[in-house]
């Protein structure tokens, strides 16, 4: 197959129009201060509350922030924070798996048992109370969430590696005297990418979620950070008054995420080809 | 009577596993509220000025002077006797405070995990068995956009979509009465299970899929089995395994994850009473809060376990996992 036959089946027309909306996501997000009209903390109160105009084009909150700004500010911290935390989770999730399921023993073990522990806070639990304890911030939750991640990352990186240690490949590896770390990060890593590829773009969309929730219920960012959560947070109540400043960061919210759950599906649709044979049989059988 | 064997030493070793990660979550729990530098005794006076003497009797009523090994075996050994000590701020037993919460939250649960099974399952059966066609493609898309959006966000829009549509219904204060509780709770336990509906949906819309590709399948239709059994005898029963296996992670989260939505509808459900206890620094709330909180999780995650590896007895021995 050419590469350019590849890349046509990996760019479905969903998945190239998830592509472009994430794009445009990641340039606002990191041009935002070029951008942005206004400074997202300035309040105005001559100005409060105002529907959309030329001056503000998604109009003004309860202290007169001009909500375009503050949107574009905060899909940067959203943004930020979520990759923060899928990062984290990658720098040490990754190398732990590798050497659990590398060596087995022991270190596989007390690692499998550290993880029990972690799982068992169902959700956020234990994100809500790391932050109860060292305080708010983008920081701190992007820590808290980070490390609820870290589990998830670790077993699966781990579950890959076991599937792959008993190949040929890498016995032979062994037999010709390849140290374990060069076999590790080298030989296995890259045939773990794939999978690892797709769940971890799931996650940062999983991530996006926490990160709003946290702030939401008002244990994520704090002033003068804002998020999309934060956003939706301070504009609950204007939901009937004024929908456009509580619409805007829930929709952006869901349109990126939902953005990255295609490209996660299109991905692993990418890699394992089978389920696109399935589909075609089973509408035959259909 | 080997197979029965190795089963009934599964159902061991995960009860085992039960116990040892609830005492490890105790440990970590009681030992990371103590790197808070927030003085409990700050807490309990709650910003009332107090002598010398009324702080070192508070100190010993709360058991504070103890070394904080002691201080964990006085909780851990409350909490086999069901008592979970007294909170700092209202300074009453915490299960007083807990007690009226549950009432709110596990009617929640009931309902979201009642609404999302009766209707996931249908929706998934039938993208399955229609892969491919616009039903199939509506609902997929649908479902995808559910599991993208914070149930919150959904809690404002249905909150005002209801009130604009239906301005009577009343969702909001507080219930006695069953017909009261149903028309307080319906709503966020809708837009609880939304997001559960449309995973739901997905695990067995995909599951389905591989299973009616299978050989058995086709031995099936071939030796001319009628095909709704094809799908609901013989497809159906391959997917309960790993739709409980989700099922029990969302419904055993919602004893907190259902927080963001019950903040939304102003219920006084258990999450928002953690929340509080987190931001006041009333650990023993939030240490109370968190061991019921697991325990639940741990009790139904593992259930579902013992009830798989009867049901698939390479699970007990450890040849099949459905992580």
């Known amino acids: ?32 201060p070029l951008i942005a009209p206004y400074d997202p903390t300035a309040t105005d109160l001559a100005a409060t509350l105002q529907g959309p105009s030329f001056e503000h084009l998604f109009g003004t909150d309860q202290t007169g922030r001009d909500i375009f700004s503050r949107m574009l500010f905060g899909g940067r911290t959203t943004i930020l924070g979520a990759l923060g935390i899928v990062l984290l989770s990658m720098a040490v999730g990754i190398p732990a798996g590798l050497f659990a399921g590398y060596f087995g023993g022991p270190a596989d073990r007390i690692m499998m048992r550290a993880t ?72 296995i890593l890259p045939n773990c990418l794939p999978t690892l590829s797709s769940q971890l773009t799931l996650d940062i969309g999983y991530a996006v979620i926490d990160l709003a929730s946290m702030s939401f219920i008002g244990l994520g960012v704090k002033l003068p950070e804002c998020d999309w959560g934060a956003m939706l947070e301070e504009s609950r109540n204007l939901i009937f008054t004024h929908p456009l400043s509580a619409l805007a960061p829930g929709i952006a919210i869901a349109v990126t995420v939902t953005a990255i759950n295609i490209l996660s599906d299109g991905v692993q649709r990418y890699i394992d080809p089978t389920k696109r044979k399935l589909k075609r049989s089973v509408l035959r059988h259909g | 009577m080997k197979r029965r064997r190795q089963t009934l030493r599964y159902i061991a070793s995960r009860l085992f596993g039960f116990a040892l990660t609830l005492f490890a979550v105790s440990l970590l729990i009681f030992f990371l509220e103590r790197l808070s530098n927030v003085d409990p005794i700050a807490v309990i006076l709650g910003g009332k000025r107090a002598n010398e003497a009324t702080i070192s009797a508070l100190r010993e009523k709360f058991g504070l002077d103890l ?6 075996l006085n909780w851990i050994g409350g909490l086999l006797h069901g008592d979970f000590g007294t909170d700092f701020r209202y300074q009453q037993p915490v299960w007083s405070l807990i007690a009226p919460r549950l009432g709110v939250t596990l009617p929640l649960i009931v309902a979201a995990s009642a609404i999302t099974i009766a209707i996931s399952v249908p929706i998934g059966v039938l993208c399955a068995v229609k892969q491919g066609s616009a039903v199939d493609t509506a609902l997929s898309a649908f479902c995808l956009a559910a599991v993208s959006c914070p149930g919150f966000f959904v809690s404002m ?59 058995y399948v086709l031995f099936a239709r071939a030796s001319g089995v009628s095909e709704r059994k094809v799908i609901f005898g013989k497809a159906l029963r391959s997917c309960v395994i790993p739709y409980s296996s989700v099922m029990s992670i969302q419904i055993g989260s919602l004893l907190v994850g259902a927080v963001a939505v019950e903040e939304v509808f102003s219920l006084q459900g258990l999450g928002s009473l953690l929340i509080d206890s987190i931001q006041g620094s009333n650990y023993p709330v939030t240490q109370a809060i968190t061991m019921i909180t697991v325990f639940f999780f741990l009790l139904l995650t593992t259930l579902v376990d013992i009830i798989i590896a009867a049901i698939d007895p390479r699970v007990g021995k450890g040849e099949a996992s459905y992580d």
Do not use: H
């Open chain 2, 67 to 72: 070394p904080v090994w002691r201080q964990y």
């Open chain 1, 1 to 32: 197959m050419t590469e350019k036959k590849s890349a046509s089946r990996f760019f479905t027309p969903a998945v190239a129009i998830s592509c472009a909306v994430l794009f445009a996501v990641l340039i606002i997000s990191a041009f935002a």
């Open chain 2, 157 to 215: 829009l249905a909150i005002a979509a209801i009130s604009r549509l239906a301005p009577s219904v009343r969702f909001t204060g507080t219930f006695n009465d069953f017909s009261g509780m149903v028309e307080r709770l319906a709503l966020p336990a809708l837009c609880i299970a939304l997001g559960m509906i449309a995973l739901g949906a997905r695990v067995i819309r995909s599951k389905m899929i591989t299973e009616l590709d299978s050989d």
């Open chain 1, 116 to 187: 029990d522990v972690i799982v068992s806070f169902p959700t956020l639990l234990l994100a809500f109370i790391f932050v109860g304890i060292f305080g708010r911030g983008l920081f701190n939750s992007v820590l808290a969430i980070g490390i609820v991640y870290i589990p998830m990352t670790a077993r699966l990186t781990r579950s890959l590696t076991l599937s792959e240690k008993n190949k040929g490949y890498v016995e032979a590896l062994k037999t010709c005297g390849c140290p374990s770390l060069r076999i590790m990060f080298k030989e």
